[in-house]
T-cell receptor, first 113, second 110 residues
Framework: NAGVTQTPKFQVLKTGQSMTLQCAQD?????MYWYRQDPGMGLRLIYY???????DKGEVPNGYNVSRLNKREFSLRLESAAPSQTSVYFC????????????FGPGTRLLVL | QKEVEQNSGPLSVPEGAIASLNCTYSDRGSQSFFWYRQYSGKSPELIMFIYSNGDKEDGRFTAQLNKASQYVSLLIRDSQPSDSATYLCAVKDGNNRLAFGKGNQVVVIP
């Protein structure tokens, strides 16, 4: 049981390049989330998907787009990367009820030059 | 903006002592509260959750919730070097979204 997986683990981009971060979960969870974590800033929600077919903006959505491809997969796309998007990105999933927890993937470390 | 505040750190404790971490939150309607542990370079992992006022114990960890005062705390008893990590407080809103504090670094000194 892999839980939440993310690809790639590391990525270096030049300013203006685009890329897609992939996330998949095998726990049959309804809800999925994308966070970024920056030093001194904690985890901030970028986008989330409460259920298959729905997506909503979080705290810091600018510069990102997401796709909930199916129940298992939730991707995050940077259309034109900027140095301010240098961060560690975590995907998470949960059953989607109010009283339960989120499970995190291992993270993607992104450097934008 | 719903806020979750944690004490500035790091917190250094001798091995075997009690580490105490505090967290306050702004959204009075919050119902679910979580403590995550994050080792350097790793992803957050859940260690405790609490929904009701009072104390909840799980091994060496105790979470305490006071909704009237809008704070949640975590006690780590008999601290071990393996407890050295950053501890994240998280509060869930009515839309099932977690708001995280910035974290407290704990260093257990052998």
């Amino acid at each position: 049981n892999a839980g939440v997986t993310q690809t790639p683990k590391f990525q270096v981009l030049k300013t203006g390049q685009s890329m897609t971060l992939q996330c998949a979960q095998d726990m049959n969870h309804n809800s999925m989330y994308w966070y970024r974590q920056d030093p001194g800033m904690g985890l901030r929600l970028i986008y989330y998907s409460a259920s298959e077919g729905t997506t909503d903006k979080g705290e810091v959505p600018n510069g990102y787009n997401v796709s909930r491809l199916n129940k298992r997969e939730f991707s995050l796309r940077l259309e034109s990367a900027a140095p301010s998007q240098t961060s560690v990105y975590f995907c998470a999933s949960s059953e989607g009820t109010i009283q339960e927890t989120q499970y995190f993937g291992p993270g993607t470390r992104l450097l934008v030059l | 903006q719903k806020e979750v505040e944690q004490n500035s750190g790091p917190l250094s404790v001798p091995e075997g002592a009690i580490a105490s971490l505090n967290c306050t939150y702004s959204d009075r309607g919050s119902q679910s509260f979580f403590w995550y542990r994050q080792y350097s370079g790793k992803s957050p992992e859940l260690i405790m959750f609490i929904y009701s006022n009072g104390d909840k114990e799980d091994g060496r960890f105790t979470a305490q919730l006071n909704k009237a005062s809008q704070y949640v705390s975590l006690l780590i008893r008999d601290s071990q070097p393996s407890d050295s990590a950053t501890y994240l407080c998280a509060v869930k809103d009515g839309n099932n979204r977690l708001a995280f504090g910035k974290g407290n670094q704990v260093v257990v000194i052998p």
